[in-house]
């Protein structure tokens, strides 16, 4: 019972009480130790769940605390990776733009070697074909004119091989082989 | 026809030949006659076609030597034409000719000319023949068109050209 309730009911007079704020001595040990024990009591009997509601909030923040650390671990990870990618990826543009670079130019090389080669190599047949040309028709006049020759050396023989120049050449023949011996 | 057979027809044509006392007339005649067998390829097939008789190639024999050659060789051309032989009649008249110039101790001298020879040039040049060789010769001459000019004389496998035709080829060679 308080000291409202010990007035209202007339128990207390306030008039008389020694102070108007402190209760009497007795009053006061005897809620001090009631006080006590029961903050003994609650310090015994609810101070385990509290500190171990305490901890358990402590453990379930520092958990919190720690997935946010490993969430922002992993999102750093998975940032340098997405860094590294778009770094790979912009060396493999770079690596492809260079190696279709050589290639073009390796074909257009190519190209141009093949061209210089094929333009050596008709130059060199025409001038073959120039040259069997020439050959041919050096072939067919030499061949041209031995017929005439030959056919001038035959009329002309005709001609001239009168029965005088036969008796001649048999003379002679007789005469040759007679002193060849 | 084997070489055997052919030195076989010789033999039995140069005993005939011999025996009848005609041996200088017939090889000389029978030489002709192969000269010409050899440069006419209508006589030569006539004499070797299998399809026409043989009565019938004889007769162009006789028709072709009746009256320009002795007897004993009108004879003989017709045996070995008439035995189916006619091919190698050039080959078995060379072994004849061979075989009686053998018997005189002489070699055959084939001469070729463009023109006839005259006794005189003939004899010249069988002793021009005979002193080049160191052998007395059997002069055969060829009349050949185809000599043109000169003469080529062959004796065994010696060969004199003096013909105008080899000149001529030698020039064209050249050209």
Do not use: C
């Not at chain 2, 001469?111 to 023949?129: C, K, P, T």
Request: proline share 2%; charged share 30%; hydrophobic share 45%.
């Amino acid at each position: 019972m308080n000291l409202s309730a010990l007035i209202a009911a007339g128990e207390i007079d306030p008039a008389r009480s020694i102070h108007w704020l402190w209760p009497a001595a007795a009053e006061l040990i005897y809620g001090s130790l009631a006080s006590i024990l029961i903050f003994g009591l609650l310090f015994k009997f609810a101070g385990p769940s509290v500190r171990k509601a305490m901890a358990d909030r402590t453990a379930k923040i520092q958990a919190e605390l720690d997935a946010s650390a490993e969430a922002r671990s992993s999102a750093e990870t998975e940032a340098a990776d997405i860094r590294r990618a778009a770094g790979d990826i912009d060396s493999e543009r770079q690596r492809l733009l260079a190696e279709a670079d050589a290639q073009a130019a390796a074909m257009l090389s190519e190209g141009r070697a093949r061209l210089t080669a094929e333009i050596a190599e008709l130059e060199a047949r025409a001038e073959a074909d120039q040259a069997a040309a020439a050959s041919r028709v050096g072939d067919e006049l030499r061949t041209e004119i031995s017929r005439l020759a030959a056919e001038v050396s035959d009329r002309l023989l005709a001609d001239t091989l009168d029965d005088s120049a036969q008796q001649a050449l048999i003379e002679n023949f007789i005469q040759k082989v007679g002193s060849s011996s | 026809m084997s070489e055997a057979r052919i030195e076989g027809y010789a033999r039995a044509l140069f005993e005939i030949a011999r025996a009848e006392g005609t041996l200088d007339e017939v090889e000389d005649e029978l030489f002709r006659f192969a000269r010409a067998y050899e440069s006419s390829d209508a006589l030569r097939n006539a004499l070797t076609d299998e399809m026409v008789p043989a009565d019938r190639r004889q007769g162009v024999v006789e028709s072709l030597l009746g009256d320009r050659a002795t007897a004993t060789s009108v004879q003989l051309v017709s045996m070995v034409v008439g035995s189916g032989r006619g091919r190698d009649l050039p080959a078995i008249i060379d072994r004849l000719v061979a075989r009686a110039s053998q018997s005189k101790d002489l070699a055959v001298a084939e001469v070729r000319s463009a023109v006839a020879l005259s006794d005189d040039q003939q004899g010249r040049l069988r002793a021009a023949l005979a002193d080049a060789t160191g052998h007395e010769v059997n002069l055969k001459v060829v009349i050949d068109p185809s000599v043109v000019g000169g003469l080529v004389a062959t004796v065994g496998d010696t060969v004199i050209d003096g013909s105008v035709r080899t000149r001529v080829d030698q020039l064209k060679s050249r050209l």
